[in-house]
C-alpha cells in the first residue's frame, strides 16, 4: 500500500529520471560536431571550397591525407573536387610536364604568371624547389580537378576561372606554411584564361604565328588546331586533321619558365632548340602523339627537323630571337 511518503519519492524519482534524460538530450545536442572550417592542409577557408560548388551546401567535410609523405598526398572535398600533391616523374618535355602537371590534355591554356596549366576539368602548378624537402617530393605540384558538374553548370571559362583561383590559394597558402615560398603564385578568378576551343589551321600561319607552315605543301587545309596565343612564355599548340582530340598528330611548345628550361633543355637536337629572347633563354620543342602510327594527316605533316626548324625560325622572327 502506498504511503504518502512513498508517493512523494516516487514522484521525486519521477522528476529526477525526467530532469536527468532533459540533460542528456541536450547533451547529445550539444555533442554536434562543429561544422569544419579549414580544408587542404590549411590552404582553403569554407569560402574557397564553396567557389567549386555547383549547389552550396551548409556543411562542407574534406578527406586528406599527410602532405609531407614521399607518396601521392591527396584532398578530397565531398563530391566537388580533389586536391593532389604528387612529384613530376618522368616527363621528357614541357608538353609532358603539363600533362603530369594538369592531366592529359591537347586543349589547355597556361595560368598567368605561374608555371601551371588549366584544362576543362584539370588544373595543376608546379610548387617552388624549395618545397622538395618539406613536402617529401622533389619536383612537387599540385593539381585540382572538379567533379559533380562544373563544366555543364559554369559555360564561357567560367570553371577554368574558379579552378585556378582555388588552385593558386591552396599553392599560397600551403608553400606559406612549409616555409618555402616562391614567387607569390597567386590569381584572381578574373585573370584565368578562357577555355581553348579548336579552329581552322592556316597552313601558312599555323599556331597564329605569320610564316610557320607545318604542313607538306600537297595537304588540304582539313586540320585543326587550339593554340594558346599571347606571348612565349608557356606557350602551345596542338592540331590534328580532325576535331577530335584522340586524333590530334603533333604538338609544340615555347617556354621562358626557368625552371622548365632548366628542366628539360635542347637535348633532342631533331625537336628541341633553345633560343634566346630580349635576354631570356626560350626553349621550342616539337612532339608527336602517341597512338596509332596511321592517323588522318599523318602523311601530311613535315619531318620533325623541317618542324622544328620551322617553328624556331617562325618564332625567332616573331619575338626577335636569336638562335643559340
Avoid at 576539368?121 to 567533379?147: F, N, R, S
Avoid at 590530334?248 to 634566346?276: C, G, I, N, W, Y
Wanted: net charge negative; charged share 20%.
Amino acid at each position: 500500500m502506498s504511503t504518502p511518503s512513498t508517493k512523494i519519492l516516487a514522484a521525486a524519482t519521477a522528476a529526477a529520471l525526467l530532469a536527468g534524460g532533459g540533460a542528456l538530450a541536450l547533451s547529445l545536442q550539444g555533442s554536434e560536431a562543429a561544422p569544419q572550417t579549414s580544408f587542404c592542409w590549411g590552404g582553403l577557408t569554407r569560402e574557397d571550397v564553396s567557389a567549386l560548388t555547383v549547389e552550396p551546401r551548409e556543411r562542407y567535410t574534406s578527406t586528406e591525407t599527410d602532405a609531407a609523405k614521399p607518396v601521392l598526398s591527396y584532398c578530397h572535398v565531398d563530391d566537388e573536387f580533389t586536391l593532389t600533391l604528387d612529384s613530376v616523374r618522368s616527363a621528357g618535355t614541357v608538353w609532358g610536364t603539363a600533362d603530369e602537371v594538369a592531366a592529359e590534355s591537347p586543349v589547355r591554356a597556361p595560368i598567368p604568371g605561374v608555371p601551371g596549366w588549366v584544362n576543362r576539368t584539370y588544373a595543376g602548378v608546379l610548387l617552388p624547389a624549395g618545397c622538395a624537402d618539406a613536402l617529401a617530393k622533389p619536383e612537387p605540384y599540385l593539381q585540382i580537378q572538379v567533379t559533380n558538374d562544373q563544366e555543364d553548370t559554369w559555360k564561357d571559362g567560367a570553371v577554368q576561372k574558379r579552378m585556378a583561383a582555388v588552385l593558386m590559394t591552396a599553392a599560397d597558402r600551403l608553400t606559406g606554411t612549409q616555409g618555402c615560398s616562391g614567387p607569390s603564385p597567386a590569381t584572381q578568378p578574373g585573370t584565368a584564361p578562357p577555355v581553348l576551343e579548336r579552329e581552322a589551321l592556316d597552313p601558312a600561319r599555323a599556331c597564329g604565328i605569320e610564316g610557320f607552315a607545318p604542313l607538306k605543301a600537297s595537304a588540304a587545309a582539313q586540320f585543326t588546331q587550339a593554340a594558346t596565343g599571347g606571348d612565349f612564355r608557356l606557350w602551345s599548340c596542338a592540331f590534328g586533321a580532325t576535331d577530335d582530340d584522340r586524333d590530334s598528330l603533333v604538338h609544340f611548345t615555347v617556354t621562358q619558365e626557368p625552371a622548365l628550361v632548366e628542366r628539360h633543355r635542347a637535348d633532342d637536337k631533331d625537336r628541341s632548340a633553345l633560343l634566346t629572347c630580349a635576354g631570356r633563354p626560350t626553349l621550342v620543342q616539337v612532339g608527336h602523339f602517341f597512338g596509332p602510327r596511321k592517323r588522318p594527316g599523318r602523311d601530311d605533316l613535315r619531318p620533325d627537323a623541317e618542324l622544328l626548324t620551322g617553328l624556331a625560325d617562325a618564332v625567332a622572327d616573331q619575338a626577335g630571337c636569336e638562335l643559340e
